[in-house]
């Protein structure tokens, strides 16, 4: 169960109450005070503000328990993830002071007029001369949001600031989010192109199955700059890293490997494209209606897509009758679709990969006696398959070499990247993938990205240092 944090600001009547009895009070609802700061002392009343850790769903027994003491009166509650929310967590910043006219006619008029001339004389200045060489937008119509499903383009935005603060914490890339208030596929496409002179790259963002693979398409397709889908192909780079090094832990090679893969949505297509071009010979997709067979007829192109590749098995069946045998499980579904009995009938060195958010398709509890790696979507549970680890390095190298898309090669190289960063020293069966944190990731994605966009005349620029 998840833990939060919460202050409490108290008014204390000291000849009625204890700060001991404050303490039993919250000790009794399930709480534990983490820190005490005095607001306002006095000798007979005083405030103060109590921080609290405790369960998701123990506020209102911590503030029933406040509020029964008599002497007690609770000013006001703040959860410490709502304060770092507030007025936003992003801001926009000049470069530099305008202190005088003369400043002011350099950046505005009459000065700007000429940099607005010679952008007009050529569109590619626009890299050198404006934001767009290092700004991305987060786009998304909120229909998708994390495990909330279709929470709509308000609620979506504190989503949308996070990973701009992450894309420039991590990799020094400006980002801005987008929220659009439409579910209309065609809609979007257009909104994205109308305002996409001023970005260097487009990142898709929690944009619902199927809509989400046609917008990526067209968009690729009619902008000249690269564009993401972060939900499915930054979970695909990340789990095919940490599926390289699964299976260096186990001894096994990824083209002698038999992998299901269960929940064939946005994120699960592309880990299938990504496992084909890793060298999967033997692949066997799932949804809820069974696996995708080769030779079949399906209603969605990207499954008629899977059902048309060779490496596909033609074995029809469900979930718990096709993971005999497997070597690799790939969960990108939702919780308990597996137990113990469905892990021991893998093959020896099973690797699973349970990745369904907030819970696993089977605990690692569960899983764990039988399965040589075991990775989840979580971070309390070692082996987080996280996308974090990809989309600031990716984007980083694609400005960088300003990449007209983002291809297979350049994915596939971010993985083998991402790979790389755990060295042999360290690599074991809970340390498959590196932390978000460790500053090698984005330095190494970002070079592989570049060669790889280079490698495929996709790069329209080389860096400096790749000269």
């Given amino acids: 169960m998840a833990q939060t944090s919460m202050i409490f600001r108290l008014e204390l009547d000291h000849t009625k109450v204890s700060f001991g009895d404050v303490a039993a009070a919250i000790s009794r609802a399930g709480g534990d005070i983490s820190s005490i700061d005095v607001i306002r002392p006095g000798h007979d009343t005083s405030t103060r503000d109590i921080t609290v850790d405790l369960q998701d769903n123990k506020e209102t027994a911590v503030v029933e328990s406040l509020r029964a003491l008599d002497g007690i009166k609770v000013v006001n509650v703040s959860d410490r993830t709502f ?15 305008i202190k005088n006219r003369d400043d002011l006619s350099k950046v505005y ?32 119509d909120g229909t998708a949001v994390l495990g909330l499903g279709d929470i709509g383009p308000h609620a979506a935005a504190p989503v949308m600031e996070g990973k701009a603060m992450l894309f420039k914490q991590l ?66 780079v990340v789990t095919i890293a940490g599926l390289i090094n699964a299976l260096k832990v186990v001894g096994k090679r990824m083209e002698n ?27 066997v997709p799932v949804d809820r209606e069974g696996a995708i067979v080769r030779g079949g007829t399906y209603p969605y192109p990207m499954w008629q897509w899977l059902a048309e590749q060779p490496q596909v098995e033609a074995q029809a069946g469900t979930l718990k009758e096709l993971i005999a045998d497997a070597d690799v499980f790939i969960g990108v579904s939702r919780a308990g679709l597996l137990n113990q009995e469905d892990v021991k009938r893998m093959k020896p060195g099973a690797v699973v990969f349970a990745m369904a958010n907030p819970e696993p398709e089977i605990t690692p509890e569960e899983a764990l006696p039988y399965a040589a790696v075991f990775a989840t979507g979580r971070s309390d549970y070692p082996n987080q398959i996280n996308n974090v680890l990809v989309f600031p390095g990716l984007f980083r190298g694609a400005l960088d070499c300003r990449a007209r898309h983002i291809n297979e090669p350049m994915k596939l190289a971010a993985a083998r990247a991402i790979a790389s960063v755990v060295t042999a020293d360290e690599l074991n069966e809970h340390y498959i993938i590196p932390s978000i944190f460790n500053e090698k990731v984005v330095t190494y994605v970002r070079k592989a990205v570049i060669e790889a966009a280079i490698l495929t005349n996709t790069a329209r620029r080389t860096p400096p240092d790749f000269r």
């Avoid at 929310?85 to 910043?93: A, E, S, V």
């Avoid at 940099?115 to 700004?135: F, G, H, P, Q």
């Avoid at 944009?207 to 009619?222: D, M, Q, T, V, Y």
């Fill in 171 to 236: 990799a020094g890339v400006d980002a801005f989010p987008i929220c659009l208030d439409t579910k209309d596929t065609e809609e979007i496409i257009k909104t994205i192109k109308t305002i996409s002179p001023i970005f260097g790259g487009i990142n898709l963002e929690d944009i619902g199955s199927p809509r989400c693979f046609e917008i990526e398409n067209r968009l690729a397709a009619e902008l000249d700059i690269p564009v993401f889908h972060d939900d499915q192909h930054g979970t695909a």
């Fill in 257 to 283: 490997i038999r992998v299901v893969v269960n929940g064939i949505g946005a994120a699960g297509v592309s880990i299938c494209k990504m496992l084909l071009g890793a060298g999967v010979k033997r692949l």
């Fill in 83 to 97: 304060l770092v929310h507030l007025g936003g967590k992003i801001t926009i910043q000049p470069t530099l002071p």
């Fill in 109 to 140: 008029t009459p000065g700007v007029a000429k940099v607005c001339r010679a952008i007009a004389e050529d569109a590619n200045k626009a890299y050198s001369l404006t934001i767009k060489r290092n700004t991305v937008a987060v786009v998304t």
